[in-house]
């Protein structure tokens, strides 16, 4: 692999992480991606070139005169072309969105072509300014601009690509050993002074090159010599968790009592000074390569054909500067890898061809970039999070890694439903410490997204046009998903005992109202139907009482729906539908579709409102009750009410109760109408 350390040292032991399997042995949690870019792999006749930039890879046959095609792991569609053989290319790369072409072949010089639809196709070459000084390479930071890194300096140009010619923005001398570019980030890093150890970041933007304040790798030991001590195969340039860090693999620790490499990280701001954050121990010695993959840091151990993955956001040993992290899982190989064989489908009967994992003919670029020049392939390196869910047993360690990652959702909620069934079930606190960390991150977005809502019913957001709305990712694990994937699906299988499943909805709604966040009803739903199913009327009762489950329209509905099979549940739901006092039209409807008219009649006149209400309405439910002395009251009443309202106990045409006043007549007879009272 492409990073090579000093003398090697005597390999040792592997140590940290925890689980079930030795190394190589199942559990793999890192692969190859599926669809991988192959192309015509290196020979004395075929350069093969990547671009970290566009990650793009570049098959140069005979300098271009026979043919050259570039291919990345976005786009499909390769680009083929030829250019004339004017040497040996030491380096080619497109401008970002494949518009301009740049090739150097020379120390001196870069040669730049148009790829821009009825452009001529004329080459045009730009020298490097400083005199004596050699080209060690370039880098594109925008669509047109392109900075050449010298031994003696960086000259950042502006491309007129109509004009054929290049602009130089601003140059700065200084002695350069060798470079680096994170393309994410638009930053370059140089190595200078004699040992290499001083590195000097530059960042680009819109035309713009900042110097950021420079820092010093600290080595292992005091060289013995002087000359270059730091290699660029032993640093590396990532953005982690939205920070610029550089990675330095350093094979030999500072401490005397302490054996095996490690990877030191400095974070790099904007604005201020580089420090040294964190400490990666990897307890072992050899030859390592980095990678950068869904903000964990992957380090590849050749000997071994193993790795390990670490996440500085896990908790770590701080010495008060730095904090000092082992490797989250213990070591294991990347998933073993099958080479598609070419060709017809009657020639290809053969079985594929299993991948040479950790070759040293591999080479990694970041984030997570390998390819194999011999083979042909570049990868994408990929996290698997299903086997970590075996190799982590800490559940609340588990969930403070996954809900870092990517794509968790359906694995957190897998994780959640293992945990409340057998063979996998866990204790109460066990699974309060697992909803606590669930609804921290739930609750962060809804603060997030609510303080956006502020600021943009304010108006505020206009004069801030930096201003996002949050970004949902899958770590928002939701009521409903919980709802939906876990707990109603818990309880319908009705295999835990029906105490755990109460304690276990009761759990969540504690944790919910923990971080105040508002409990959706189908929750206390789920909490009333468990109880119903168990005959855990008292329970219910209590629950309602002590207003652990929290009023709302749809669960007084619910209560009243249990009337039949739990008399008291009338009563409960009444009280709750009071407490909620915007309810009372709906009380009254929901009493009135349940025939309960005279139940309804009573709450409106306990609230003073039966002056107001439709006679129709009231004389329509009474007559689908299908019950002649239930209509006969509700008929006296409103007879009683107009005589006292109106002085006349007849209705008016306005109330539309005609067919009513026919029905009485028929059932009861004309002499059963209230005779108007006169004084």
Same mark, same amino acid.
Not at 269 to 292: M, Q, W, Y
Not at 415 to 423: A, D, G
């Given at each position: 692999?492409?990073?090579?350390?000093?003398?090697?040292?005597?390999?040792?032991?592997?140590?940290?992480?925890?689980?079930?399997?030795?190394?190589?042995?199942?559990?793999?949690?890192?692969?190859?991606?599926?669809?991988?870019?192959?192309?015509?792999?290196?020979?004395?006749?075929?350069?093969?070139?990547?671009?970290?930039?566009?990650?793009?890879?570049?098959?140069?046959?005979?300098?271009?005169?026979?043919?050259?095609?570039?291919?990345?792991?976005?786009?499909?569609?390769?680009?083929?072309?030829?250019?004339?053989?004017?040497?040996?290319?030491?380096?080619?790369?497109?401008?970002?969105?494949?518009?301009?072409?740049?090739?150097?072949?020379?120390?001196?010089?870069?040669?730049?072509?148009?790829?821009?639809?009825?452009?001529?196709?004329?080459?045009?070459?730009?020298?490097?300014?400083?005199?004596?000084?050699?080209?060690?390479?370039?880098?594109?930071?925008?669509?047109?601009?392109?900075?050449?890194?010298?031994?003696?300096?960086?000259?950042?140009?502006?491309?007129?690509?109509?004009?054929?010619?290049?602009?130089?923005?601003?140059?700065?001398?200084?002695?350069?050993?060798?470079?680096?570019?994170?393309?994410?980030?638009?930053?370059?890093?140089?190595?200078?002074?004699?040992?290499?150890?001083?590195?000097?970041?530059?960042?680009?933007?819109?035309?713009?090159?900042?110097?950021?304040?420079?820092?010093?790798?600290?080595?292992?030991?005091?060289?013995?010599?002087?000359?270059?001590?730091?290699?660029?195969?032993?640093?590396?340039?990532?953005?982690?968790?939205?920070?610029?860090?550089?990675?330095?693999?350093?094979?030999?620790?500072?401490?005397?009592?302490?054996?095996?490499?490690?990877?030191?990280?400095?974070?790099?701001?904007?604005?201020?000074?580089?420090?040294?954050?964190?400490?990666?121990?990897?307890?072992?010695?050899?030859?390592?390569?980095?990678?950068?993959?869904?903000?964990?840091?992957?380090?590849?151990?050749?000997?071994?054909?193993?790795?390990?993955?670490?996440?500085?956001?896990?908790?770590?040993?701080?010495?008060?500067?730095?904090?000092?992290?082992?490797?989250?899982?213990?070591?294991?190989?990347?998933?073993?890898?099958?080479?598609?064989?070419?060709?017809?489908? /009657? %020639?290809? &009967? !053969?079985?594929?061809?299993?991948?040479?994992?950790? +070759?040293? @003919?591999? *080479?990694?670029?970041?984030? $997570?970039?390998?390819?194999?020049?011999?083979?042909?392939?570049?990868?994408?390196?990929?996290?698997?999070?299903?086997?970590?869910?075996?190799?982590?047993?800490?559940?609340?360690?588990?969930?403070?890694?996954?809900?870092?990652?990517?794509?968790?959702?359906?694995?957190?909620? /897998? %994780?959640? &439903? !293992?945990?409340?069934?057998?063979?996998?079930?866990? +204790?109460? @606190?066990? *699974?309060?410490?697992?909803? $606590?960390?669930?609804?921290?991150?739930?609750?962060?977005?809804?603060?997030?997204?609510?303080?956006?809502?502020?600021?943009?019913?304010?108006?505020?957001?206009?004069?801030?046009?930096?201003?996002?709305?949050?970004?949902?990712?899958?770590?928002?694990?939701?009521?409903?998903?919980?709802?939906?994937?876990?707990?109603?699906?818990?309880?319908?299988?009705?295999?835990?005992?029906?105490?755990?499943?109460?304690?276990?909805?009761?759990?969540?709604?504690?944790?919910?109202?923990?971080?105040?966040?508002?409990?959706?009803?189908?929750?206390?739903?789920?909490?009333?139907?468990?109880?119903?199913?168990?005959?855990?009327?008292?329970?219910?009762?209590?629950?309602?009482?002590?207003?652990?489950?929290?009023?709302?329209?749809?669960?007084?509905?619910?209560?009243?729906?249990?009337?039949?099979?739990?008399?008291?549940?009338?009563?409960?739901?009444?009280?709750?539908?009071?407490?909620?006092?915007?309810?009372?039209?709906?009380?009254?409807?929901?009493?009135?579709?349940?025939?309960?008219?005279?139940?309804?009649?009573?709450?409106?006149?306990?609230?003073?409102?039966?002056?107001?209400?439709?006679?129709?309405?009231?004389?329509?439910?009474?007559?689908?009750?299908?019950?002649?002395?239930?209509?006969?009251?509700?008929?006296?009443?409103?007879?009683?009410?107009?005589?006292?309202?109106?002085?006349?106990?007849?209705?008016?045409?306005?109330?539309?109760?005609?067919?009513?006043?026919?029905?009485?007549?028929?059932?009861?007879?004309?002499?059963?109408?209230?005779?108007?009272?006169?004084?």
């Amino acid at each position: 692999m492409s990073r090579e350390p000093p003398p090697p040292g005597e390999e040792e032991a592997p140590g940290g992480g925890e689980g079930r399997a030795g190394a190589g042995e199942g559990g793999c949690y890192l692969a190859l991606c599926a669809r991988p870019v192959h192309f015509e792999k290196a020979n004395p006749v075929n350069c093969v070139f990547f671009d970290e930039a566009n990650k793009q890879v570049f098959a140069v046959r005979s300098g271009g005169a026979t043919g050259v095609v570039v291919k990345g792991l976005e786009d499909r569609n390769p680009i083929s072309f030829r250019m004339e053989d004017k040497g040996e290319v030491k380096c080619i790369k497109f401008s970002l969105g494949n518009k301009i072409l740049a090739v150097q072949r020379t120390l001196k010089s870069v040669d730049f072509l148009n790829f821009i639809p009825d452009s001529p196709q004329l080459e045009y070459t730009q020298e490097c300014k400083t005199k004596n000084a050699n080209i060690l390479g370039f880098c594109w930071t925008s669509s047109t601009e392109i900075v050449f890194i010298t031994d003696q300096g960086i000259e950042f140009y502006q491309v007129l690509p109509e004009k054929r010619s290049l602009k130089l923005l601003k140059n700065q001398s200084i002695n350069v050993n060798w470079y680096m570019y994170c393309p994410e980030s638009s930053v370059i890093l140089l190595s200078t002074t004699v040992l290499g150890n001083v590195l000097q970041p530059f960042y680009f933007k819109s035309g713009t090159m900042s110097k950021l304040s420079k820092f010093e790798i600290e080595l292992p030991a005091a060289p013995k010599s002087s000359k270059l001590s730091l290699s660029e195969r032993d640093i590396a340039m990532a953005t982690i968790y939205g920070q610029l860090y550089v990675l330095y693999l350093r094979h030999h620790s500072r401490t005397s009592n302490s054996t095996g490499a490690e990877v030191v990280l400095y974070h790099l701001p904007r604005e201020g000074s580089c420090k040294k954050t964190h400490i990666l121990k990897l307890n072992r010695t050899g030859k390592f390569a980095l990678n950068v993959v869904d903000n964990l840091v992957v380090v590849h151990h050749q000997d071994t054909e193993t790795s390990v993955i670490f996440d500085i956001k896990l908790k770590g040993e701080f010495d008060g500067s730095t904090t000092i992290h082992q490797f989250v899982l213990p070591p294991r190989s990347i998933q073993p890898y099958q080479i598609p064989v070419a060709g017809p489908a /009657s %020639v290809t &009967s !053969q079985s594929p061809v299993l991948c040479k994992l950790y +070759s040293s @003919s591999w *080479i990694v670029f970041q984030p $997570d970039i390998i390819i194999s020049a011999s083979e042909g392939y570049l990868w994408s390196l990929q996290v698997k999070l299903e086997p970590v869910v075996n190799l982590l047993l800490d559940k609340g360690k588990l969930m403070d890694f996954l809900l870092q990652r990517k794509e968790c959702k359906m694995v957190i909620l /897998s %994780v959640c &439903s !293992q945990m409340l069934s057998e063979p996998e079930r866990r +204790s109460l @606190s066990v *699974i309060a410490t697992v909803f $606590d960390k669930l609804n921290h991150e739930y609750k962060k977005y809804l603060e997030a997204e609510q303080s956006y809502t502020m600021v943009v019913e304010a108006g505020l957001s206009r004069s801030n046009p930096l201003l996002k709305r949050p970004v949902r990712t899958q770590a928002v694990i939701d009521q409903s998903d919980m709802y939906t994937h876990v707990l109603s699906v818990f309880t319908e299988k009705k295999e835990a005992p029906h105490k755990f499943t109460i304690a276990v909805l009761m759990e969540y709604i504690r944790s919910l109202n923990q971080f105040q966040i508002a409990v959706q009803h189908y929750l206390y739903e789920l909490v009333i139907k468990t109880l119903v199913q168990h005959n855990l009327f008292y329970m219910l009762h209590q629950f309602l009482q002590y207003h652990v489950l929290s009023d709302s329209k749809p669960l007084a509905c619910l209560l009243l729906s249990l009337e039949s099979i739990y008399p008291p549940a009338h009563q409960l739901s009444l009280d709750m539908l009071k407490r909620l006092s915007t309810a009372n039209d709906e009380i009254v409807e929901v009493l009135l579709s349940k025939h309960q008219v005279l139940a309804a009649l009573r709450f409106i006149r306990g609230i003073g409102g039966h002056d107001s209400i439709s006679a129709r309405k009231f004389l329509d439910a009474a007559k689908q009750a299908d019950d002649d002395m239930l209509f006969y009251t509700i008929f006296r009443f409103f007879e009683q009410r107009n005589q006292r309202l109106r002085g006349n106990p007849s209705f008016t045409p306005g109330e539309h109760c005609e067919e009513h006043v026919t029905f009485f007549k028929q059932v009861f007879g004309e002499q059963a109408l209230m005779k108007p009272t006169t004084f």
